[in-house]
């Protein structure tokens, strides 16, 4: 075994001047777990002529990825920066020379985690990607260390911190989307081009990690359902709070015999739900196992030192196996085929908001609609409507399949007393 381990951090932004801090502040410690000095030989940045700060004066800086995964000294590449193909070719060279991956990159591992891993077993090498979901909070070694002798039935949780940002100010405060986004922007929550946080696609990708290792189970990106927040209405969270709900963008991932769902959308929480209180930017995943029961696991979901001690936990686990002489035995092939349920088999309650015309037999009509399809209600409020002949119906139905909603839906839109359906969501954690 080495006497100290040469690293080749790929980024310097947030999360890579945090791991360098973390590595460089808790040093003693770190050697004292693994049994080795830990160093950052090479840093591979965008701009060589911008000033850094680094506490190692060795630590070489490089623009050229070369330097990094050619180096024969370098044992270990952590991954920091970012992005999908480009990356995916850098970290690929890298295990091709039999150097260790650690990466805080969900797009990554979400669309070609299976491959990186193929790629790692092939040379022996270990990937480790803690930091790809939910940021400081463990829940990836949770699955596969501490729950791995339990059947994992169902995963639920808030896996992105600044759509959870957005509807606690919009909860608290009766502040409107838009104006909540450019609040979180200017704060550096949100990104200049929030595509992916507010259209559920982040967390979408982070639940396909998650369930890939929940259900070992080869899940793509592409079997998740995706709905997110934008244009998200101030009246749905109000309505929500006078039928006892908190509104969250919740992840869904759900494993029966009939096979799994995975969902992430605009959800309805009962205000007494743990999730319910999960407010701000942290995140927190439920994980309900056959003989576990129910664990919940909470915590800051993105940041500098969040991040950070996770992907520096990660390159522990590295050296450890590295101690070991088990590097490379990690990856274990998905052990079931993949099979998704169907809409008759997907089983929710449903949360509508719909306008209709103020006349008679209006109720009778939607009623005789739902019957039909057998969707029954827990809760119904009705109030008048800002137009005079008009009312506004909010109603929580009881557990009904996809398929059948479906179907009631496309009926509605056929009525004449309907002006709108303005609002569906998914009701969670009732029953």
């Given amino acids: 075994m080495k006497e100290t381990i040469s690293v080749g951090l790929l980024g310097l932004g947030t999360v890579g001047s945090g791991v360098i801090e973390i590595l460089e502040d808790h040093k003693e410690s770190i050697q004292h777990k693994t049994g080795c000095n830990v160093n950052i030989k090479t840093v591979?940045?965008?701009?060589?002529?911008?000033?850094?700060?680094?506490?190692?004066?060795?630590?070489?800086?490089?623009?050229?990825?070369?330097?990094?995964?050619?180096?024969?000294?370098?044992?270990?590449?952590?991954?920091?920066?970012?992005?999908?193909?480009?990356?995916?070719?850098?970290?690929?060279?890298?295990?091709?020379?039999?150097?260790?991956?650690?990466t805080a990159n969900k797009d990554?591992?979400?669309?070609?985690?299976?491959?990186?891993?193929?790629?790692?077993?092939?040379?022996?090498?270990?990937l480790f990607y803690e930091a790809s979901v939910a940021g400081g909070i463990p829940i990836l070694r949770a699955i596969l260390d501490g729950l791995s002798s339990d059947r994992i039935r169902k995963m639920m949780g808030i896996v992105n911190g600044t759509t959870n940002y957005i509807l606690t100010k919009m909860s608290k405060e009766?502040?409107?989307?838009?104006?909540?986004?450019?609040?979180?922007?200017?704060?550096?929550?949100?990104?200049?081009?929030?595509?992916?946080?507010?259209?559920?696609?982040?967390?979408?990708?982070?639940?396909?990690?998650?369930?890939?290792?929940?259900?070992?189970?080869?899940?793509?990106?592409?079997?998740?359902?995706?709905?997110?927040?934008?244009?998200?209405?101030?009246?749905?969270?109000?309505?929500?709070?006078?039928?006892?709900?908190?509104?969250?963008?919740?992840?869904?991932?759900?494993?029966?015999?009939?096979?799994?769902?995975?969902?992430?959308?605009?959800?309805?929480?009962?205000?007494?739900?743990?999730?319910?209180?999960?407010?701000?930017?942290?995140?927190?995943?439920?994980v309900y196992g056959d003989a576990v029961g129910e664990t919940m696991f909470y915590g800051p979901g993105a940041g500098k030192f969040p991040t950070a001690t996770a992907v520096v936990s990660d390159l522990i686990a590295v050296i450890k196996s590295l101690r070991l002489g088990t590097s490379g035995m990690a990856y274990v092939q998905p052990q079931f085929p993949k099979k998704m349920k169907t809409k008759n088999d997907t089983i929710t309650k449903k949360y509508l908001r719909l306008h209709v015309h103020d006349q008679p037999g209006m109720l009778m009509e939607l009623t005789k609609i739902f019957?039909?399809?057998?969707?029954?209600?827990?809760?119904?409020?009705?109030?008048?409507?800002?137009?005079?002949?008009?009312?506004?119906?909010?109603?929580?139905?009881?557990?009904?399949?996809?398929?059948?909603?479906?179907?009631?839906?496309?009926?509605?839109?056929?009525?004449?007393?309907?002006?709108?359906?303005?609002?569906?969501?998914?009701?969670?954690?009732?029953?």
């Avoid at 299976?114 to 270990?126: G, H, I, S, V």
């Avoid at 496309?410 to 609002?423: A, N, P, T």
């Fill in 108 to 126: 990554l591992v979400a669309q070609y985690g299976a491959e990186l891993l193929e790629a790692t077993q092939r040379n022996k090498c270990d």
């Fill in 371 to 431: 019957a039909q399809y057998d969707i029954s209600f827990d809760q119904i409020i009705q109030r008048k409507a800002d137009a005079e002949d008009e009312r506004e119906l909010m109603m929580i139905t009881h557990q009904v399949s996809e398929a059948d909603f479906e179907r009631a839906y496309e009926e509605l839109g056929k009525l004449s007393s309907i002006r709108s359906v303005d609002s569906v969501f998914r009701v969670e954690g009732s029953e």
């Fill in 174 to 286: 009766g502040v409107d989307f838009d104006t909540v986004l450019k609040e979180a922007q200017d704060l550096g929550f949100a990104e200049a081009d929030p595509t992916a946080d507010v259209d559920g696609l982040d967390a979408a990708r982070k639940m396909t990690i998650l369930s890939i290792l929940g259900f070992s189970m080869p899940i793509n990106l592409e079997d998740v359902q995706i709905k997110g927040i934008r244009g998200l209405s101030l009246s749905d969270i109000n309505y929500a709070k006078q039928l006892g709900y908190s509104v969250k963008l919740i992840g869904v991932a759900d494993h029966s015999e009939n096979g799994a769902s995975i969902s992430v959308e605009p959800t309805l929480l009962p205000l007494d739900h743990p999730l319910s209180s999960v407010n701000d930017e942290y995140n927190a995943v439920y």
């Fill in 44 to 102: 591979l940045v965008n701009n060589l002529s911008k000033p850094r700060n680094l506490q190692n004066n060795e630590t070489k800086l490089t623009d050229q990825y070369t330097d990094i995964t050619q180096d024969p000294e370098i044992d270990v590449v952590v991954e920091v920066m970012g992005g999908i193909d480009h990356t995916l070719k850098i970290l690929m060279e890298a295990i091709e020379n039999g150097k260790h991956i650690v």
